[in-house]
């Protein structure tokens, strides 16, 4: 394992020379991370990490990539140099079974979920040193930070909760009831709202994050996975794995929009920067779908590795 100041040294190098959008979709099968150019729409880079990567967390300036590794029980830590190439600098254990991860908006503080101890390990994300471990419930999976970073959201598979966690005293402030087993999440500023993918349920939780209650649950798919809402709040788009789909929902009236057919067992989505595209990593049929915004079509496939997740924050925020 590189040493915490060669890490530093890779992460603080000045802007890399690629400026373009830059996603990185975890293949869980080839125990690697591809770096996709979003624009160009071609795998740059296929990056070796821990074994069976699954979730994945990108710092604001795309200049450090945190994934998750189960089977190793670990996190990997990658670099982007001035040269806009990558390289792993860091893999530090992370309890017994890590799979949801999250970065705080400011890139200071690393969440990983540890399914089996239903616990959060906080990393440094400058030096990956364990700073806390925060007590949640049972298979902690999803997580999200709010906006000003001071309370963490955790999506507690087994328990069917949402636990709230003060941030600045690692106190547990709430734990909201949901639909049956939740995983993904996304915090929604307009309102504000927290969605949440209830994957037995076949719904989508709306929370209130300020008065910590559930305002409604909104039916899709078999099996909804992970979630993503446009920036405007006017769209909310969901991966219904056992359905190959995606749900598509007019977030101010929750109306039904459209149900858009997907590779096989979409996983992770993410609606690209410019917000023109929301991005699907389909598992089973190791590709990355592009999904128009307005039109709600497919208009990209992109063949991946083995497995590719994304769970989480695969493109810089």
Not at 47 to 71: L, Q, W, Y
Not at 118 to 145: C, F, Q, Y
Request: some cysteine.
């Amino acid at each position: 394992m590189k040493s915490a100041w060669a890490y530093l040294t890779l992460a603080l190098a000045s802007v890399p020379a690629h400026a373009g959008t830059l996603a990185y979709v975890t293949e869980q099968g080839d125990d690697s991370v591809a770096v996709v150019d979003v624009d160009s729409w071609k795998v740059l880079e296929q990056i070796k990490v821990g074994r069976k990567p699954a979730g994945v967390a990108v710092a604001p300036g795309a200049t450090r990539i945190f994934v998750s590794n189960p089977e190793s029980a670990t996190v990997s830590a990658i670099a982007r140099g001035a040269d806009g190439q990558h390289k792993v600098v860091g893999e530090v254990k992370a309890g017994q079974g890590p799979l949801g991860i999250a970065i705080d908006r400011a890139g200071r503080q690393v969440f990983v979920a540890d399914w089996y101890n239903d616990d959060v390990h906080v990393l440094d994300a400058a030096t990956l040193g364990e700073t806390r471990v925060l007590k949640v419930g049972r298979s902690p999976s999803g997580m999200t930070t709010s906006p000003d970073d001071k309370l963490l959201f955790v999506a507690n598979r087994e328990s069917d909760t949402v636990s709230v966690i003060e941030l600045a005293t690692a106190k547990t402030l709430a734990t909201i009831a949901v639909g049956k087993a939740p995983f993904g999440v996304a915090y929604d500023e307009n309102g504000p709202r927290l969605w949440v993918a209830n994957v037995q349920s076949g719904d989508v939780s709306v929370v209130d994050p300020v008065a910590f209650r559930e305002m409604r649950r909104v039916k899709v798919g078999a099996f909804p996975y992970g979630v993503a809402v446009t920036r405007d709040g006017a769209r909310a788009f969901v991966t219904n794995q056992h359905a190959d789909s995606v749900s598509v929902i007019d977030a101010r009236t929750y109306a039904p929009l459209a149900t858009l057919n997907t590779g096989a067992y979409p996983e992770g989505i993410l609606i690209s920067p410019d917000q023109t595209r929301a991005l699907v990593a389909c598992w089973m049929d190791d590709e990355l779908d592009a999904i128009d915004v307005s039109s709600l079509k497919i208009v990209k496939r992109l063949k991946l590795g083995s497995g590719p997740r994304a769970f989480g924050q695969f493109i810089a925020p």
